[in-house]
């Protein structure tokens, strides 16, 4: 590997979901030299929604409207919980911090700042969230009003269907009526797909014809519920324009994943991590991380062999849990196969799942993970930081259930900025 080009950099993220990207922007707003390597993370699955911090305790399933005493509270019962290491106005900055970056790409939120709302989503509940593309705002006033509404799916748009979300909300929405349509344009048999539809949906010759095979079924319906299909880099001028058009209010609802929805954030990260300097290898993946004898890594990285090197000075792992190939698990153990990590987890094979799959309380190996110093350096086996300069941040860390807890995005966002902020000062 004697040709194998060299990049250096000061910080190097490993993983591309919502923690990697949002490590790498914090980093690169620090004035870091930063490179970040990840194949499609997991970010693609995202319905768009932020997820803060609503459920505790999980075994009781109890739903939290204000997610910042829902998360004092979690720190007092689980002082291991990741957010329990990190003090409350430094969560709300990183938050804060990264909404606004959305916003400058053209993907605003909304939301209110100290309490969580409900968003209708494509199985017909309502999901308690604490940010909310402006998208999907306004249906949940539209619902609190229970005004009349007309839902609309696509004919072969699978992931979404207008009958089952009514037939889900049932009585409390009376006014709620709902219609399927061809998309313009596209021929009535087969499948169509999200993407396909935002994209074209971008042209104003196609939202005029949308809008216009919409018009004659709107029957006094105040406002039009469709699936997230409003446009991919634009979405708030997409369906302000549509909006326009139809003359009532109109609100999407995420489709089952992946969608358009996780496409918004990827794009968004994307071009907003190149303009700010940061080098990315998208599709790559690390095959081999050494420590340098000099205080860094060199990181073997590549599509399908290793194709550079690249000399970071520091490292955040962000590389998710299962799905995304930060963890690994055979019959017996579950372990971290880049930096052969120790991993939290329970005692025993037989411990990992309860007799019942559906157990309000979750499974013990949902909590398996890495556990950290108060700076988010993973730890050894004897208990202390594996490295002065690596560090770990999102679904990977220990003694969290973020999907249960309804926290899967405040946990990426706040501990990726908690990891950049230990990076930075172990670097100066």
């Known amino acids: 590997m004697t040709d194998t ?28 030299s930063t490179s970040m390597v990840g194949r499609t993370g997991e970010i693609i699955f995202s319905t768009g929604l932020l ?11 109890e739903i939290w409207d204000d997610p910042w005493a829902c998360i004092d509270q979690l720190a007092k019962d689980l002082p291991q919980h990741p957010y329990a290491r990190i003090p409350t106005a430094a969560i709300r900055a990183a938050f804060d911090a990264l909404i606004a970056f959305l916003e400058s790409m053209r993907l605003p939120y909304t939301g209110h700042p100290d309490r969580n709302s409900l968003v209708l989503t494509s199985v017909g509940t309502f999901k308690p969230t604490y940010r909310v593309p402006v998208t999907m705002w306004a249906g949940s006033e ?51 797909f999200p993407e396909r539809l935002a994209r074209s949906l971008e ?101 399908t062999d290793p194709e550079e090197v690249i000399a970071a000075r520091s490292v955040i792992l962000a590389t998710g849990r ?60 004897s208990g202390r930081p594996a490295h002065r300069r690596l560090f770990a941040a999102g679904s990977i860390l220990a003694h969290q259930d973020w999907m249960r807890m309804k926290c899967g995005s405040g946990l990426a966002i706040a501990t990726a900025n908690a990891a950049v902020e230990g990076a930075a000062r172990e670097l100066s």
Request: glycine fraction near 12%; proline fraction near 7%; aromatic fraction near 6%.
């Open 5 to 32: 080009p060299l990049i250096q950099c000061d910080l190097c993220v490993i993983g591309s979901g919502m923690a990697g990207m949002s490590a790498a922007l914090f980093a690169a707003k620090q004035g870091l």
């Open 51 to 61: 997820d803060l911090m609503a459920v505790h305790p999980v075994e009781k399933g």
């Open 142 to 192: 539209v619902f609190r009003r229970k005004a009349p509404c007309l839902l609309v799916d696509i004919q072969g748009l699978k992931g979404f269907s207008a009958l089952q979300i009514a037939a889900m909300v049932g009585s409390g929405w009376p006014g709620l009526r709902t219609v399927r349509i061809g998309f313009p344009g596209v021929a009535s048999s087969g499948e169509v």
């Open 203 to 303: 042209a104003a010759v196609n939202r005029e014809k949308l809008a216009a095979a919409i018009q004659p079924r709107l029957q006094g319906a105040e406002a039009v519920g469709l699936p997230a299909i409003l446009g991919i880099s634009n979405p708030a001028k997409v369906m302000a324009d549509f909006q326009r058009r139809l003359g009532v209010t109109v609100f999407e609802i995420p489709t089952m994943p992946p969608g358009v929805t996780g496409q918004r954030l990827k794009e968004a990260f994307e071009h907003g991590l190149r303009n700010l300097g940061a080098r990315l290898f998208l599709e790559n993946r690390v095959f081999r991380a050494d420590a340098d004898p000099k205080g860094g890594f060199r990181l073997h990285a590549g599509r």
């Open 322 to 381: 299962f799905m995304g190939g930060g963890l690994k698990a055979d019959r017996h153990v579950v372990r971290e196969p880049l930096f052969n990590l120790p991993v939290h987890q329970p005692e025993g094979r037989d411990r990992w799942h309860r007799e019942d799959f559906l157990d309000r309380r979750g499974h013990a190996v949902n909590r398996a993970g890495l556990e950290t110093d108060p700076i988010f350096r993973p730890l050894d086996a």
